[in-house]
Structure formats: structure tokens, C-alpha cells
């Protein structure tokens, strides 16, 4: 495993900052780590990266302790942290070079600073003070950075906070590639990103771990019930689809558009199916929905009441 968190707890005072979490993530992962503010998720993301030291437990990075070896571990990570700063009165090209120098690369630096600059997309934007770029080329730029000595584990934490929507898709296809030979462990509170380029998603809440889980099986866990939509042509008696078995709740969304709540989805648009044959009903639409990762995020850290 690229990152392997033991028992990891963290006080602040008489805070509880994170409650004896585990978890790990391997090669070539992409990992959302998701919680609300207060959660936990960057104190864990400063205790991996090496920059705060938890109060007990463990964290290997490639297999070198952080907490005894945390030079070593450093170097296998890459790190853009929140808010990302930077020095705006230096050149992009300046600046890289003085975060390889710090990483005492020795050998090849300009090359490798035009590979991460081609890498992260910034060649347009590669001649100008990190002062006078946008938002979002200033993250490429602590992309870049993070990324300059090469390291096998990539800590990314809010990369695409306050970005505009074209910022986003840039920066998100950025981390998806990175993900292809990287462990990419990042934050985020835009969810639809998460379940965009994710793996597997972790959601830490109050300093525990709530669920870690591929996005799939984590809306399934999280399914107490089904949604079955059907549009027909015409409007229907409510009462008819009530008779259906298996149906728990129906809402007219339109004359014409019923939503089924229900435990056995796949049961239910076979009735429908067969109710339509026998009372001469013309289906447009039949189709189930499942619950997204933002009703499932809500559930877990109890913003919501469970369906």
C-alpha cells in the first residue's frame, strides 16, 4: 500500500480532532476523502503529509514511517495544500526551479520543470509571475510544484477550490491522469467532482470514519429504498400503480410522471410492464434512480434524516 494509516488520533485541547482512524490507499488509486468543515480530513491530510504530528498511531507512506523517518517519507509525497500559496513575485519557471532546488534534485531540473509544466497544462501561462495568473493557473502551478521531484503519492487538499466551472473540468482531468500512475488521496466538498474521478471514496465525520467504499457499493449500503419513474402518455389513476406490489409510496411529479418508492425496482418495472399490456397504457419513460453520492454524504454525516 501507497498510504497506511493505523489508529490515528489527534487532540487539540480537549478537541478530538480524529478518533483512531484507519485506512489505506494503494498504487495507482484515486481516493476522495470527504467530510464537513471541522471533520478531520485536513489534520489527516497534514499528519500523512508529515506536517503535523498525530498524538498516537501510525502512518507508512510506501512503507517508510512518517513519524520516524519523516524526511524520507516526504519525498515520496507530493503536496498542494489548501490555499496553496505561492510566491507571487517569482516567474513560473523560477519558482519550480526553487522547489526542485529545495527538493535538491540535481540533475536534469529544467527538463523536468518543462515536463510538469506540459504535464499540468501551463505552457500558455509558463512565462508569466504566479502573481498575474488566475485562480486556476495559480493551482496549476501548486500542481506543478507538488509534482516536481516525481513523487509516487500525490495529497491534494480543496485542488479546485474557487475555481469557475472550465477551472474545474481542467483541474479534475488533470488529477485523473495523474491518478494513472500516482495514489492521488484528495479533498473536496464539490461532490459531483468526486464521483466524477474517484476510485473509492472515504467520508470521515465528527474524526471518525463513516464509510469507505467504492461510490457503487456506497450507494447501494445507503439505499434503504428505490425510486422507479415512469412517464406514460396519458394520465393515470394513481391508485392503479398503487395496487402494484412492492410499492411503498408514489409521486405524481406531472399528470403523466409517477415516481414509485420501493424495495425491488426491478420487480416493479416488470408489473409495470404487465399492467401497461392490460389496461392498453402507452409507456414513454421507465427507468430507476439511485440515490447520489451528495444523498448518501448527507445521510452519513447526519445533515438529513434517513429515507
Request: charged content about 20%; proline content about 3%; overall charge neutral.
Amino acid at each position: 500500500m501507497s498510504i497506511s494509516i493505523t489508529n490515528l488520533t489527534k487532540n487539540f485541547g480537549t478537541q478530538k480532532a480524529i478518533d483512531n482512524i484507519s485506512f489505506s490507499a494503494a498504487n495507482n488509486e484515486i481516493v476522495g476523502f470527504l467530510g464537513p468543515n471541522g471533520a478531520g480530513k485536513s489534520t489527516t491530510m497534514k499528519i500523512v503529509t508529515g506536517y503535523l504530528r498525530a498524538d498516537s498511531g501510525s502512518v507508512l507512506v510506501n512503507g517508510i514511517d512518517v513519524n520516524t523517518n519523516s524526511l524520507e517519507a516526504k519525498k515520496q509525497i507530493g503536496y498542494l495544500p489548501e490555499g496553496n500559496p505561492l510566491y507571487y513575485e517569482m516567474y513560473v519557471r523560477e519558482y519550480l526551479g526553487f522547489i526542485a532546488e529545495i527538493h535538491q534534485i540535481k540533475k536534469g531540473v529544467k527538463k523536468r520543470i518543462e515536463e510538469v509544466i506540459d504535464l499540468t497544462g501551463l505552457r500558455v501561462e509558463s512565462n508569466k509571475k504566479t502573481g498575474q495568473l488566475s485562480k486556476g493557473y495559480k493551482q496549476r502551478v501548486g500542481l506543478a510544484a507538488a509534482l516536481i521531484h516525481n513523487p509516487a503519492v500525490l495529497i491534494l487538499d480543496e485542488p479546485t477550490s474557487g475555481l469557475d466551472p472550465n477551472q474545474i473540468i481542467e483541474i479534475r482531468q488533470v488529477i485523473k491522469n495523474l491518478g494513472k500512475d500516482k495514489t492521488v488521496l484528495f479533498s473536496s466538498h464539490i461532490l459531483q467532482e468526486v464521483e466524477s474521478i474517484c476510485d473509492r471514496v472515504i467520508i470521515i465525520n465528527k474524526g471518525n470514519i463513516v464509510a469507505d467504499d467504492t461510490l457503487s457499493n456506497l450507494q447501494l449500503a445507503n439505499n434503504t429504498y428505490h425510486v422507479v419513474v415512469v412517464q406514460f402518455s396519458k394520465n393515470v389513476d394513481a391508485q392503479i400503480l398503487l395496487n402494484i406490489s412492492e410499492v411503498q409510496k408514489i409521486e405524481e411529479e406531472t399528470p403523466f410522471i409517477y415516481k414509485l418508492q420501493t424495495s425491488d425496482p426491478e420487480n416493479i418495472k416488470k408489473q409495470i410492464l404487465k399492467l401497461s399490456l392490460e389496461n392498453n397504457l402507452n409507456i414513454l419513460s421507465l427507468r430507476s434512480e439511485t440515490k447520489s453520492l451528495e444523498d448518501v454524504f448527507r445521510n452519513l454525516t447526519g445533515n438529513i434524516q434517513n429515507n
